[in-house]
């Protein structure tokens, strides 16, 4: 029933922002206890957590990439934004938005239900 579906640019320049939404359906991003996460795997690598947007709106982000990255929400399209700066090649990888539960105090670790079926971004001129 909960299907998560993520869009946006599949190139992006270095020094630009990456920029993709998550478009929910089946369940509302502002209903408890539900998270809204990113989270990205590179090329030959294991997945890494980007950040979540929880239901209330507030917003946890991995400490190695809080400084340029911004998750966002609109609550009337039942949506959630991922925006990522000044990318490098090093950020070239699929891309992912899920649902999760919180599991831990800190906010930055998360039991996942549902998946996105991801999408490839490459960071390239």
């Known amino acids: 029933q909960v299907q998560l579906q993520e869009s946006g640019p599949g190139l992006v320049k270095p020094s630009q922002t990456l920029s993709l939404t998550c478009t929910v359906s089946?369940?509302?991003?502002?209903?408890?206890?539900?998270?809204w996460s990113w989270v990205r795997q590179p090329p030959g690598k294991g997945l890494e957590w980007i950040g979540a947007?929880?239901?209330?709106?507030?917003?946890y982000y991995s400490p190695s990439l809080k400084s340029r990255t911004s998750i966002s929400r609109d609550t009337s399209k039942n949506q959630f934004t991922l925006q990522l700066s000044s990318v490098t090649p090093e950020d070239t990888a699929v891309y992912y938005c899920?649902?999760?539960?919180?599991?831990?105090?800190?906010?930055?670790?998360?039991?996942?239900?549902?998946w996105g079926q991801g999408t490839q971004v490459t960071v390239s001129l």
């Open positions: 899920a649902r999760g539960v919180s599991v831990a105090a800190t906010r930055d670790e998360y039991e996942y239900d549902y």
């Open positions: 089946g369940y509302s991003i502002t209903m408890n206890p539900y998270s």
């Open positions: 947007i929880r239901y209330s709106g507030d917003t």
